[in-house]
């Protein structure tokens, strides 16, 4: 096992004596954890690649540790987890130890399969090499929450909500070739962790893998 080192390296972050209020980052991204192309088996279609990947959020929730303590929430947005750079939310906050993050899907006129006239909440797209398209898009209002998978609270940052863009893709590709890939629903909870970018960087490195926090479904 690579030690998880416990340095405390510059990350941006307030200084050591502000602790009046600090800026808590979450970066909403999709991420690979497996391959970025998949073939089609079609030596003239080539690879599919995700080519779209939205999500309607309507709203983002930080639930503080000590009991008593109001919930931070944050406002809808429709997340491209494609977006370069990524995109994110800062808050400033007294509170330093969240224990449970809760997000909330919901259709939004902003993301709409363009052969739809239906809101959509979440959708995913991916192109194979003559540019033709696999499409997913859902209706529906899932809700998940990440809770600390030590038990802790979510202590290092810039936290990372990742999306693995892999499994999507895996599961589009599939229904490329199979029209009965599975129930979409399950893959949301499979794709969806929370991670540190202990770097910064906003990228998920190969170091930073672990999650601290996997997704569960929630009502
Ligand atoms: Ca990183």
Redesign the pocket.
């Known amino acids: 096992m690579a030690a998880l080192g416990m340095t405390t390296t510059a990350c941006g972050g307030p200084s050591v004596g502000d602790v009046e209020s600090q800026a808590l980052t979450l970066q909403v991204s999709g991420v690979y954890l497996g391959p970025k192309a998949v073939p089609s088996g079609d030596d003239a279609r080539g690879d599919f690649t995700m080519s779209r990947a939205l999500i309607s959020v309507d709203s983002m929730q930080l639930t503080p540790c000590a009991s008593g303590s109001a919930p931070i929430t944050l406002d809808p947005r429709v997340y491209d987890l494609l977006a370069d750079p990524p995109l994110g939310e800062t808050v400033t906050t007294a509170v330093t130890e969240f224990c449970t993050l809760r997000i909330d899907l919901t259709p939004s006129p902003d993301v709409t399969e363009s052969a739809s006239s239906s809101d959509e909440s979440l959708l995913l797209e991916a192109k194979d090499e003559t540019a033709a398209k696999i499409t997913y898009a859902g209706e529906d209002s899932p809700s998940l929450t990440f809770t600390a998978d030590n038990g802790d609270f979510f202590g290092d940052q810039p936290l990372?909500l990742g999306f693995d863009l892999s499994g999507w893709l895996a599961y589009l590709a599939g229904g490329a070739t199979n029209p009965l890939p599975g129930l979409f629903d399950s893959t949301l909870t499979d794709v969806a962790a929370l991670y540190v970018?202990?770097?910064?960087?906003?990228?998920?490195?190969a170091d930073?893998q672990t999650p601290v926090a996997h997704a569960q479904a929630s009502r």
């Open positions: 990372l970018d202990t770097n910064g960087n906003q990228q998920l490195d930073e």
